[in-house]
């Protein structure tokens, strides 16, 4: 099992990397080298994806950053193949509960994506070099936390 699999697995927490400039933090679920994320209504605030990004994973014993990591995002269409799985997953892995009618809230106001990890990685950049984060949806200009950098872990 790679480093990226290992944390994407154990930890449920993630930095999307957004070209031109932002940085998302998201809760997720994974499958394998595939990770679940929902936006939207009721959810927390995602942008619309781009098909090739950027995620920053924590590896959850040390809290070290793992990444950047190149993915590959395709939004989960309701009814599509994918759908089940994808929805199955978010709800295994949702702190809050009840799950009573969450799909069908997800299908009408949110969007599911489904990023796919398995593409070849590229060199790790700077982690000094990380784009800003995103300005919280009120429009206060406050910024999410930064992601994970080495310094962040214990001695």
Not at 55 to 72: F, H
Request: net charge negative; proline share 11%; aromatic share 4%.
């Amino acid at each position: 099992m790679s480093e990226v699999t290992a944390a994407l697995a154990k930890s449920k927490v993630a930095w999307l990397l957004v070209p031109p400039d932002v940085t998302v933090p998201c809760w997720y679920a994974a499958t394998g080298e595939t990770a679940y994320v929902v936006g939207g209504d009721g959810e927390q605030p995602l942008p619309e994806l781009p098909t090739e990004l950027r995620i920053i994973l924590r590896d959850k014993e040390t809290r070290r950053a793992i990444g950047p990591v190149p993915a590959r995002a395709r939004r989960v269409e309701p009814g599509s193949e994918d759908w089940e799985a994808a929805t199955t997953a978010l709800l295994g892995a949702r702190q809050s509960n009840p799950v009573e009618g969450v799909r069908e809230r997800w299908a009408a106001h949110c969007a599911v994506w489904s990023l796919d990890l398995s593409m070849p990685s590229e060199p790790v950049s700077d982690p000094s070099q990380q784009p800003q984060a995103a300005a919280d949806e009120s429009g206060s200009g406050s910024h999410a936390d930064p992601a994970p950098r080495a310094s962040d872990t214990p001695d």
